[in-house]
């Protein structure tokens, strides 16, 4: 599956940059996110985005809370916290490293 | 928060699950709502319970989960068989409490430091020495001139305190015309300073209250005298009390926690050294002589030149000082001064109750760690023998992929389970026990008093023993456990001897140390036993004992009027004076000649009595007569057989004479002619050997004949009633009223006296007997559950020998055979560690020693029974073996 492929390594930061222009998302909403800001092409798996949203939450750069949905059910929504917002700079910033260098190969090739 | 969450979800692991699947299902139900196929929605997020077991794993501290596990299923296992379960927690409770209650005694008493400020930099000066009888004596009293001698020489690199012992003392509240009792002690100016202690209220005392004689007749309460006897009123200050004719003023309160220097006495009252008369006489030896390091003084390179300095100055003293030894025998003096001066640690403070209880506070500790390990190893059995079953189980575990760490950690688990019940009920023990203990020690009417706290000390040697005990219960099987070979154990048993050997050892061992207990606690048992039917040679039937005193002293003509006073009460059937009661803790002594010779090297000792005193106390009389009532000292004189026989041997003594050498007690002269002689009866204390006694008529006269003034003496008073407490207020009342200076400072029996010279003895042997019983008790219970396991184990061999024509004594030899051989090992080896313990106590026996055969016979025989009670279940369950039915079964 290539489009899975092509997310290795930067499921994370697309989670917190999502999280970062909008607050308090449930997991559905997120990978939803991500697939219509990327014009379809990027695609979170389901099996991968949980334990990537409980990694961060434990790392502490997300938070969780239980809202109660219209529909009377119960949805777990996040939010970015500080360390978040750190770490989302990071990640950032070696994203555009890592795809200068990637283009800069391309370009000598 | 992340860490914190971590370990809670482990805790909550079922909620934790719950909330991962609610919010997978709310996922899947918005991809079905955005119109995506329920079931490619399904496929999408692949194995559900994969997913799920990913999201847990994250989100949980994975060791405490698994260790959650373990302690859910060891707490199931213990329930499984709740009767072994309790036995094991009750008898390591015990155990454990026991030992903790010991640790606080000892550590109160032996120790905790003081709370002052350089405890570690304390040390206390005593003198060692050949002593009377040619045994090693240590003399722990100084004059205070030598000790001001000493106290400059060491002043560059060493403070000195001198400290009185805190004596149980008459005192006066100037409002009130009562006596009561309080512990007084005389202290150096500078030891509230040195001690960096601050006041609780208005000041202490200072170098200057100190400087001279007489200067500072100030006084200082402590916290808790200023608690208990004023409610912490702070109008205490300015208030004036009377000790020995001394008015003294209140000028302060120590700090809350300070009680003294005397560990196991609560000091009341602190009065300046120099206000007591003993201060200024040179051959006085009074008070303890502490020696405070100055801070950044190194002790290892200091105390060596420092000690040779100071026993050079206090030698000097010694030597020069003329009235230290008048009418001593050069040989005397001679032993005296060739003596050592000793530092010792006093960080803890020093007190006669540390001497009297170091060992048998030991020894107590070291019965409770016995009994505490013997249930050890019982409950280690139960666990071995719960593993062995569980061989199996531990097989399948291994070969499913279980980490033998994850075995340990099971075992272990269980073990810490049992530990910390036993531990939680043994901490109530200890709490109660440790003060139990104490309230006997010393008789009720002076109770020693320790401070018990459950601090940081007592809690950590509580955690450690609790390590200690997990270790010991749970390592030996779970290393056994987790050695389990998968094969082996699945294929149906690997070597059956392995667990009965290591059974066999628990057993010797069990049996060693349940007879090291038996054989101490037989010895202290006799030893009580001994001492309390030792033959008195007097009655202490209905004896009732005024200790009066009379301030600066009454003609003995007072005193005598007095008794007649108290002879017309009704109740009252006689009435005698002495200066003080046998048994009372007091022993005064001369040196005797014989016809002008030199003093003999063994002295003399004396009591005062008043004509009647012998009958009163039902001591015969073996020839000659009692004292009439004109007989004076020095003139007539009654001898005991000891006394005779040492300066009179193989002589009559009645109608000889000796002479009372002069000391420094003992001025004048005087020359005695024995008119009688008695048995020997116990003078100062139960335990030692008859010393030489004689009595003198209680009216002294000095060398002009005329009388001498008594300062204290007591009225013995054989009563009809059969409680002789009975009648001490109306006669305490009676000597009050009649206003000649005679007050009673304190009430007691004469049983009570004897008895009080037992308490020791008496605590020992009840605790030491308490611990046989419980582990003979366990011991039993531990043979006989390894018995009853080896012959379970071994039915298939039992049945099969019977099948094949085996006898029953067979069948009893090959059962029992190697238990009784493990018996008899234990045992040996328990003489011989018990021949080691009794030698460390030997002080503390009476007339027992441990080669006595009885004292290894009666343990034995105890263990031997308890063996064959125990044994005989597991026996008879073996007879009963039906070969066809095992045979059939297996």
């Known amino acids: 599956m290539p489009r899975t492929d092509a997310l290795q390594g930067s499921l994370d930061l697309l989670v917190l940059k999502i999280l970062s222009r909008r607050p308090r998302l449930h997991g559905y909403a997120i990978m939803a996110a991500i697939a219509s800001t990327s014009g379809e092409v990027l695609r979170a798996e389901e099996g991968s985005l949980y334990p990537a949203l409980y990694r961060m939450e434990e790392a502490g750069w997300i938070r969780a809370e239980w809202i109660k949905k219209d529909s009377g059910r119960r949805a777990r929504v996040y939010e970015l916290t500080a360390a978040g917002k750190k770490q989302l700079g990071a990640e950032e910033s070696r994203w555009q490293s890592v795809s200068l260098a990637i283009n800069r190969v391309l370009r000598e090739a | ?890």
Not at chain 2, 159 to 180: G, P, V, Y
Not at chain 2, 386 to 404: D, N, T, V, W, Y
Not at chain 2, 460 to 483: D, E, Y
């Open chain 2, 1 to 890: 928060m992340s860490w914190w969450s971590r370990i809670s979800n482990a805790v909550q692991g079922e909620r934790l699950n719950r909330e991962i699947e609610e919010e997978l299902q709310s996922h899947l139900d918005e991809a079905i709502a955005a119109g995506r196929d329920p079931g490619e929605a399904r496929r999408a997020f692949g194995s559900a319970l994969r997913t799920r077991e990913a999201s847990h794993t994250i989100r949980v501290a994975g060791w405490l989960e698994s260790l959650l596990a373990d302690l859910r299923f060891g707490w199931r296992q213990l329930g499984r068989n709740r009767i072994n379960s309790a036995a094991a927690v009750l008898s390591l409770a015990l155990g454990i409490g026991s030992c903790v209650g010991a640790f606080r005694l000892m550590d109160a008493l032996l120790w905790r430091p003081l709370p002052i400020s350089g405890a570690s930099r304390l040390y206390v000066l005593t003198r060692r020495m050949i002593g009377l009888y040619g045994k090693p004596a240590e003399d722990s009293y100084w004059a205070t001139p030598d000790y001001k001698l000493m106290r400059d020489a060491a002043s560059g690199q060493a403070d000195l305190i001198a400290i009185s012992d805190a004596d149980r003392t008459d005192i006066t509240w100037s409002s009130d015309d009562n006596m009561e009792k309080a512990h007084v002690v005389y202290v150096s100016g500078n030891m509230f300073p040195l001690f960096g202690l601050k006041p609780a209220l208005g000041r202490l005392l200072v170098p200057a209250d100190d400087r001279s004689p007489g200067i500072g007749p100030y006084a200082v309460l402590s916290w808790d005298y200023w608690n208990h006897r004023f409610g912490r009123d702070p109008h205490v200050l300015g208030r004036s009390l009377d000790i020995g004719g001394q008015t003294f003023e209140i000028i302060g309160v120590g700090p809350r926690d300070f009680t003294g220097t005397e560990t196991g006495t609560v000091t009341d009252i602190f009065l300046p050294l120099s206000m007591s008369s003993f201060a200024t006489q040179e051959s006085v030896t009074w008070h303890h002589t502490f020696l405070m390091l100055k801070p950044g003084i190194n002790p290892a390179t200091a105390l060596e030149p420092l000690r040779q300095h100071l026993s050079a100055v206090s030698h000097a003293f010694e030597v020069g000082c003329a009235t230290c030894w008048r009418g001593v025998p050069q040989a005397s003096i001679d032993r005296y001064l060739h003596q050592t001066l000793v530092f010792s640690p006093a960080g803890a403070g020093i007190s006669d109750l540390q001497k009297d209880y170091r060992r048998s506070l030991g020894i107590l500790g070291l019965l409770a760690g016995l009994v505490l390990l013997i249930a050890c190893v019982n409950v280690a059995n139960m666990m071995t023998a719960q593993a062995a079953a569980r061989a199996q189980e531990m097989a399948l575990r291994i070969s499913i992929g279980a980490g033998r760490r994850r075995l340990v950690q099971l075992i272990l688990c269980q073990s810490a389970l049992l530990a910390l019940l036993a531990s939680l009920l043994g901490a109530f023990l200890a709490a109660w026990s440790a003060p139990f203990v104490l309230s006997r020690v010393n008789p009720p009417a002076n109770p020693a008093r320790l401070a018990l706290p459950a601090d940081w000390r007592v809690l950590l040697f509580g955690f450690v023993l609790m390590i200690l005990v997990v270790l010991l219960l749970g390592l030996l099987p779970a290393l056994r456990a987790s050695a389990v070979r998968p094969v082996a154990a699945l294929k149906g048993g690997e070597d059956p001897h392995s667990p009965r050997r290591l059974l066999r050892g628990a057993i010797a061992l069990q049996v060693a140390f349940c007879f090291l207990v038996l054989f101490l606690s037989s010895l202290f048992v006799a030893s009580f036993q001994r001492l309390q039917n030792r033959l008195l040679g007097f009655s202490t039937d209905r004896l009732l004992l005024l200790e009066t005193v009379s301030g600066k002293g009454q003609l003995p003509v007072v005193w005598n009027q007095t008794a007649e006073a108290l002879r017309a009460v009704p109740g009252v059937e006689s009435v005698a004076i002495a200066s003080w009661p046998l048994l009372g803790g007091i022993a005064i002594n001369s040196d005797i000649s014989i016809n002008g010779a030199p003093p003999s090297p063994t002295p003399g000792w004396f009591l005062d009595v008043s004509p009647g005193w012998l009958a009163t106390m039902k001591i015969p009389l073996l020839g000659g007569h009692d004292f009439r009532p004109q007989d004076t000292a020095p003139g007539a004189a009654i001898v005991n057989q000891t006394f005779a026989r040492t300066f009179f041997p193989g002589q009559d003594s009645i109608g000889r004479t000796f002479d009372r050498a002069t000391n420094r007690y003992f001025p004048t002269p005087g020359q005695y002619t024995i008119i009688g002689v008695t048995p020997d009866v116990p003078y100062r204390s139960l335990r030692e050997p008859s010393r030489a006694v004689y009595y003198v008529p209680f009216d002294e006269v000095d060398n002009h004949s005329a009388p001498q003034t008594v300062e204290f003496a007591t009225f013995t008073v054989h009563t009809e009633t059969q409680n002789p407490l009975a009648l001490a207020p109306s006669l305490r009342k009676l000597i009050a009223q009649r206003h000649n200076g005679l007050r009673v400072s304190n009430v007691t029996t004469q049983l009570d006296l004897v008895r009080d010279q037992t308490l020791r003895e008496r605590l020992i042997a009840v605790l030491a007997g308490f611990f046989a019983a419980v582990a003979l008790l366990l011991a039993g219970i531990g043979l006989y559950a390894v018995l009853n396991y080896s012959v379970l184990q071994r039915r298939r061999e039992i049945g099969i020998r019977m099948a094949i024509g085996s006898t029953r004594a067979g069948i009893v030899r090959i059962v029992t055979l190697d238990v009784f051989l493990m018996i008899a090992f234990g045992g040996c080896t328990g003489v011989a560690l018990g021949f080691g313990a009794a030698h460390y106590v030997a002080s503390l026996f009476y007339q027992v020693k441990p080669t006595d055969a009885d004292m290894i016979a009666l343990p034995a025989c105890a263990m031997l029974l308890t063996a064959v009670v125990a044994t005989l279940p597991a026996v008879l369950r073996a007879l009963r073996t039906d070969p066809t039915q095992i045979l059939r079964t297996q």
